[in-house]
């Protein structure tokens, strides 16, 4: 059984708030929410929990105003932006300010709750577990797996990314030494960015397979991504 985790859920729209909570304290978890940024600084003030989602368009202080604010905690939550902006922009300014995970409105309930779950899950692991050694950032988002001439094989989640390779979980193992390529989705780009690499090594993580995906050979496009990403 897995242990009950504090989410904080922070967004103006009370229907919504009401919903995500209700569907979050549905699959096990202790859920507080907050209606502005200013009531959000205050339940941080009481401890910190291990997952935030957070609106970014409210009054008064709002998402970004909250990202800001994080950066003076001692450990800051995993946070999940929830948002109506679309653009690449947006997108990137929450991932440099500290996001981990980014969800555009309206979004499928069944994506927030597989986003929310391996932000948990990734946030819970312990740091030993984590191989690479350059400094990576956590940001989970889909991709697809393709076979060398690009024909689609599986669906899985990048969950995080350094300047020279990734974590790539998948619900089936790959082989040390395949090679592979990604479509990356990224919120307001219109293609998928296209990364090929090889892998390092695999592990069992509950129902998906952690791979450890070193990069090849990256297009400029890609490389502009992975260094905006890392504020390189």
Known sequence: MKRRRRILV????ADLRRLLASILTDLGHDVETAADGATALESLGRGIPELMILDILMPGLDGWGVLRSLERLPSRPPVLVLTGLVDYPAFLRAVRE??????????RFQDLINTCQ??????????????????????????DLLSSDGAPLARGDLVNM????ARLDLGAPLREGETVRLAVHVPGQIRALRIQGTIQWQRQTGDAFAHGLRFGTVG????RF???????
């Open 10 to 13: 922070v967004d103006d729209e």
């Open 98 to 107: 500290g996001a981990s995970a980014f969800l555009v409105k309206p979004f």
């Open 118 to 143: 391996r932000m948990l899950d990734v946030h819970a692991e312990a740091p030993e577990h984590e191989r690479r050694r350059d400094v990576r950032r956590m940001l989970i988002t889909d991709v």
């Open 162 to 165: 350094s300047v020279s390779g």
């Open 220 to 223: 400029a496009e890609e490389a």
């Open 226 to 232: 992975i260094s905006e990403i890392l504020g390189l």
